[in-house]
């Protein structure tokens, strides 16, 4: 009899502890935060280390003190044939939720936000797999730090300049995922390498890539491998992204949060509405190219934002009209749907 009561005791201590782990071992810890990201900053990708790392772009993470900057790196695959799926901000009912990155066959849903160096808001367009080998886009990524082959070159347009690093809320990145992503939304997913968990850790570490401290201009935001965060390679921000424009902020439709399963963090956001974190690309000759912002959506998913124009005046009648002089220079671009001249121009198409 008191073995068997010894057995029962111990029996519901371990059942007190199983269900005490759970919320740290079995699931990420979800965090709802009211403020959101600020904008991503404009950096440049340093060189690839080694043949066989795939760039993870920076992201802003929140913690205890805000939210800090983790930079983007580049980082071995798990398994060969695995892309990585970055994380994003979603605002979900009031709160911005941290969306956590993944490894996968196949790219999944990341709000639409343009990270920049190929991942432009759907997709990804800095490399491939090409059997067992990762083949380099040099129009996009920065592969002169090493000598490899294994590269083509394939020019990314990317139309929009928003740098909104956030999907859904005020101002925000409109964006849903399209019936491809929706299915690997699906799948089986990995999460983030041992490496990546602790370039994060020691990021946050870091005081001087706390927003607050920084003011959106991280000193480290990017380095040639996880947790490396000084020395050789590392690369400071060039600037904070520009303030946001909500109307820029357009891409795909308005976008309903979706959660990664199991790799899912809601998480506060720091100052409502700031745009996505820009970088630099690298030239197809591998030297970085001019800073330039991650759009809020891919090239494929851009909204066009000018004015429409109004047809030919037609109810201008050509009265007193001036000499027929010929056409004015186009020294300055018509301000507002300036009015064409009913002299000598043709009508506008």
Do not use: C, M
């Given at each position: 009899m008191k073995t068997f009561m010894t057995r029962c005791a111990a029996s519901i201590a371990l059942a007190f502890v199983l269900l005490a782990a759970p919320v740290e071992s079995r699931a990420q810890i979800?965090?709802?935060?009211?403020?959101?990201?600020?904008?991503?900053?404009?950096?440049?990708?340093?060189?690839?280390?080694?043949?066989?790392?795939?760039?993870?772009?920076?992201?802003?993470?929140?913690?205890?003190?805000?939210?800090?900057?983790?930079?983007?790196?580049?980082?071995?695959?798990?398994?060969?044939g695995f892309l990585w799926t970055p994380g994003y901000w979603g605002w979900n009912n009031g709160l911005y939720v941290w969306n956590g990155g993944y490894w996968g066959p196949h790219i999944g849903f990341y709000g639409g936000v343009n990270y920049g160096f190929g991942y432009g808001g759907v997709g990804f367009e800095g490399g491939e797999w090409r059997g067992g080998s990762f083949f380099y886009n040099r129009a996009v990524s920065n592969v002169g730090g090493v000598h490899i082959t294994n590269v083509y070159n394939r020019t990314v347009i990317n139309n929009t300049t928003t740098h909104v690093s956030y999907n859904g809320g005020p101002?925000?990145?409109?964006?849903?995922?399209?019936?491809?992503?929706?299915?690997?939304a699906h799948e089986q997913h990995t999460p983030p390498t041992?490496?990546?968990?602790?370039?994060?850790?020691?990021?946050?570490?870091?005081?001087?890539?706390?927003?607050?401290?920084?003011?959106g201009r991280?000193?480290?935001?990017?380095?040639?491998?996880?947790?490396?965060?000084?020395?050789?390679?590392?690369?400071?921000?060039?600037?904070?992204?520009?303030?946001?424009s909500p109307a820029a902020s357009a891409a795909r439709p308005p976008a309903a949060a979706t959660s990664h399963p199991?790799?899912?963090?809601?998480?506060?956001?720091?100052?409502?509405?700031h745009p996505?974190?820009?970088?630099?690309?690298?030239t197809a000759g591998g030297s970085p190219a001019t800073p330039r912002y991650p759009s809020a959506a891919a090239p494929t998913h851009t909204t066009s934002v000018s004015p429409a124009?109004?047809?030919?005046?037609?109810?201008?009648?050509?009265?007193?009209?001036?000499?027929?002089?010929?056409?004015?220079?186009?020294?300055?671009?018509?301000?507002?749907?300036?009015?064409?001249?009913?002299?000598?121009r043709p009508k506008e198409h």
């Open positions: 979800s965090i709802s935060i009211r403020i959101g990201p600020p904008v991503l900053p404009i950096y440049v990708q340093p060189p690839l280390p080694a043949a066989g790392y795939i760039w993870t772009p920076g992201y802003w993470a929140y913690g205890d003190e805000g939210y800090f900057w983790v930079p983007g790196t580049w980082v071995e695959p798990p398994t060969v101002g925000g990145v409109s964006a849903r995922p399209t019936q491809a992503e929706l299915a690997v041992t490496e990546q968990t602790q370039h994060e850790h020691v990021a946050s570490t870091n005081r001087a890539q706390l927003a607050s401290v920084n003011h991280p000193a480290v935001a990017a380095s040639p491998r996880p947790g490396v965060l000084s020395g050789k390679g590392v690369v400071a921000a060039h600037a904070a992204g520009p303030a946001r199991a790799y899912t963090t809601s998480r506060p956001a720091a100052t409502a509405a996505a974190y820009t970088a630099n690309r690298p124009r109004s047809a030919a005046p037609v109810s201008r009648a050509p009265v007193a009209r001036p000499p027929a002089n010929p056409p004015a220079s186009h020294n300055a671009a018509p301000a507002a749907h300036s009015e064409p001249r009913p002299e000598s």
